[in-house]
């Protein structure tokens, strides 16, 4: 026989018709909220066996604290920037109290799904998450936050739910970073990026787009492309190159992409930055172990981290209203190298 799923704050709301907010607030036993409903909330959830997040009712209510876990969900490991917010995460936690539970969806909707499934499973105390290149569907997602689970979205958010999140200056790390090449003599600039479903990859496109357009310059679909590695550059690259009117500028989603051009520009026999400029997005370890290093827009991952952290251990603690969507936007900045004039 199959089990019956989990009774959630959603469903009790749906029963009362009242809001999730007000569910919560009732079981809190807010005075914000009537005696008589608040009984009548209370007792549905008792007869229907919900009992809130265990972890997150105890830090808010008890002296005696519990195992304070975190879980944070990493799309892959392979980008210096991922691991740069692990660590700012992982920081602003242990400083609080707090461990973390780090789970790889090696950018794959169905094991993000499985881990979300998990980490309501252990009764973590929140999640902290970047979503894969792949998902479209948010329902993993709802059901932590009807749980009572708070969520916080960095770098990839989410716009299908309604949590807090901590990205970086997108749309204008890219508009400045294609205005430099610009105004260093690049007359046709290609675009590398991610899926545009994701909302970082609109927002840079958006910020190359405007720049391109404020500077009188049309855009040519023929070199605007989905590539997001290096592999994926190598293999692109020449083909642009061979173009009648090739590129002479390369901005790009990430620095391994952007190593990936200047590889195989190199390669080809054109001359860095003097026939062809590039610039990437993230200013990892590997921008200055290229020659040349690589123009690039720093992300400042550390800082995103400690902010989603703290914003989601406030929530923990009864600080900020879990029902508060936050939304932190942390600047970038163009950091010039020999990739560039």
Known sequence: MEEKAPMTMKDIAREFGISVATVSRALKDSPRISEE???????????HNFYPNA???ALRHSRVMPQRVIGVIVPEFTHYYFSSILTGIEEAAAARGYRIM???????????????????RFKVCGVIVS?????????????????????????RICTGVNASRVVVDDYMGAMNAVNYLIESGCKRIAFYGGPLQLEISKNRFNGYKDALLSHGMQIDESIVQVCDNRAEAEELTPKLMA????????????????????????????KVPEEVQICGFT???RAVACDPMLTTVEQRGH????????????????LSPLDKVEKHVVKTRLVVRGTTK
Request: overall charge negative.
């Open 55 to 57: 972890i997150g009712e």
């Open 131 to 155: 979503q894969a290149k792949d998902t479209k569907n948010y329902d993993h997602y709802q059901k932590l936050i009807d749980a009572g689970v708070p969520i916080v979205f960095y770098d």
């Open 243 to 270: 173009m009648d009117n090739p590129p002479d500028g390369y901005f790009a989603v990430n620095d391994d992409t952007a190593i990936g051009v200047l590889y195989t520009v190199k390669h080809a026999g054109f």
């Open 303 to 318: 800082r995103v981290g400690e902010e989603a952290a703290t914003i989601l251990m406030d929530k923990v603690e009864g």
């Open 102 to 120: 780090v789970a790889l969806s090696g950018e794959q909707y169905e094991r993000e799904a499985q881990i979300c499934d998990n980490f309501h």
């Open 37 to 47: 409903r608040r009984r009548a909330i209370q007792q549905f959830a008792r007869e």
């Open 283 to 285: 200013n990892g370890q």
